[in-house]
């Protein structure tokens, strides 16, 4: 049964976020760029702790920026390459830096956070092959990288796994996904239900935005942006955590499903009840397990 921290984060999550269904398609997507052209796109960095003091930041150029996080007060064996969620629309989170930072602290990693072009104004043909020769690099260093990634950015992380696999590239020792997402064609019946029992996520806006990253409808389900159809084997192991009260969820027992078909190593914690990327929310129980999971998973 979810805690109550669980119960009010639900409750308080969609309102912070400003969710909601969608007006329409044109209205949503001037929003969007409206958006993007006032931010200052920069590493947000005040929802972590003592960062300044923990981490040096570099930035290099992979055709965008690309944030490399290097711990100060422990020792680097390998690198955490963390691709962000934010359904493709959505820059770097705090919540994304505090994740990725608490996580490499833990497995004694330096991270990198590729801050990717976003939809609407760009498709995932801006950037993934840059990300994935920039994954492939990390993971020729020492120790080798950790790829993960949340929601939209778990999905990209396997994703880039797929190309890096099938281009003969470095692999990957791991891959870690919080609520992926991973089928945009939206092949699920079963979304539409679970539609009507999430807070956060909107089936109006998946579609929308699924249609924004892959740029066109025959692109919907190539590998490159819906991983979960693809050929499967022969991928890095890897971890998948979800909950059930999330949009997302019958993506994930898609995966699961065709990863056992395919033969590949991936272990699937599903949580009834909790709703989307609860792994990386603050202050609650059912993150703090997920923490140790994904830990024990990578050690």
């Known amino acids: 049964m979810p805690s109550l921290r669980h119960a009010l ?42 960062f300044a003091k923990s981490w040096d930041v570099t930035v290099t150029d992979i055709g965008f920026p690309s944030y490399v996080l290097t711990p100060r007060h422990h020792r680097v064996h390998r690198t955490l390459y963390y691709v962000h969620g934010g359904a493709f629309m959505a820059p770097i989170d705090a919540v994304h830096v ?36 920039d994954a492939a690099r990390w993971a020729g260093e020492e120790g080798g990288i950790v790829l993960a990634g949340d929601s939209a950015g778990g999905g990209l992380a396997l994703a880039m796994a797929l190309s890096m696999r099938d281009r003969g590239l470095a692999p990957a020792s791991h891959l870690v996904l919080h609520a992926p997402w991973v089928d945009l064609t939206t092949s699920t019946p079963e979304t539409r239900e679970v539609d009507a029992i999430d807070p956060w996520l909107f089936y109006s806006k998946l579609q929308a935005y699924a249609l924004w990253w ?46 056992a078909e395919a033969g590949w190593d991936l ?33």
């Open 98 to 133: 505090r994740y990725a930072a608490r996580l490499a602290e833990a497995i004694g990693a330096r991270v990198v956070l590729p801050d990717y072009p976003l939809a609407p104004e760009h498709t995932w043909a801006d950037s993934h092959d840059a990300l994935v020769a």
């Open 9 to 50: 984060l639900a409750s308080v999550i969609p309102r912070l976020r400003k969710a909601g269904d969608l007006e329409s398609e044109p209205a949503e997507r001037a929003r969007v760029e409206a958006d993007h052209r006032a931010q200052v796109r920069s590493l947000p960095t005040r929802g972590t702790p003592g």
């Open 214 to 259: 892959a740029g066109s409808t025959d692109d919907l389900g190539r590998p490159e942006v819906s991983p979960a159809l693809a050929d499967l084997a022969g991928l890095p192991k890897a971890l998948m955590l979800y909950g059930t009260r999330d949009l997302l969820h019958p993506g994930c027992r898609l995966l699961a499903r065709r990863a």
């Open 267 to 299: 272990t699937s914690i599903e949580e009834p009840d909790l709703i989307h990327v609860y792994g990386l929310l603050p202050l609650i129980p059912e993150a703090r397990r997920a923490f140790t999971q994904v830990v024990d998973f990578l050690r």
